[in-house]
């Protein structure tokens, strides 16, 4: 039967939360992603007295309720631009290695995001070079799984992030 590999909910399940079922009857892997509101809703003035804890929480929540279904092919993402500030995004990537200890893979997807080209004042078409320094970093920062739309220049910021621990872990050994 055709099925899905791997759902990406951009809701952590708080739309649909039988989208849990389906993936268990699929036998696949969810990327379990934080939002603050709606698409419509989630940029009018989001607040958050700590924005790390506050995701962190509700991932770990929402973890709870999928491994209570046996499922554990578990993916989270902060969901950064989804109902966050740029102050939070920025918060969110800086403090990106404390979702580590939730014990699944961290995807983030920064690419061309609206906090960038703010924070630079840079049209969505210039913001490619902002979009590989702040995938670099994340991956620095913990992040597994980079969503992005230029799949070339991802590509190459991962080898080269590669080679450097590599090298690192050559010359420390």
Do not use: W
């Not at 995701?55 to 950064?80: A, E, R, Y």
Request: proline share 3%; net charge negative.
């Amino acid at each position: 039967s055709s099925g899905a590999d791997i759902f990406n909910d951009i809701s952590g399940l708080t739309f649909d939360p039988e989208i849990a079922d389906v993936v268990k009857q699929h036998d696949a892997a969810l990327v379990l992603m934080h939002i603050k509101g709606n698409p419509q809703t989630m940029q009018k003035n989001p607040y958050y007295e700590d924005v790390v804890c506050e995701v962190f929480d509700f991932l770990s929540n929402q973890i709870k309720f999928l491994n209570q279904k046996d499922i554990s092919n578990i993916i989270v993402d902060p969901g950064i631009g989804f109902g966050k500030k740029i102050e939070d995004n920025f918060e969110l990537i800086n403090r990106l290695e404390e979702f580590k200890s939730l014990g699944y893979p961290i995807l983030i997807g920064v690419s061309k995001k609206s906090f960038l080209g703010k924070s630079l004042n840079l049209d969505i078409t210039d913001r490619e070079n902002a979009t590989v320094c702040a995938e670099s970093i994340c991956m620095n920062n913990g992040a597994r799984f980079i969503r992005t739309h230029n799949v070339k220049k991802a590509v190459e910021a991962v080898n080269i992030f590669n080679l450097i621990n590599s090298f690192g872990k050559l010359v420390n050994a």
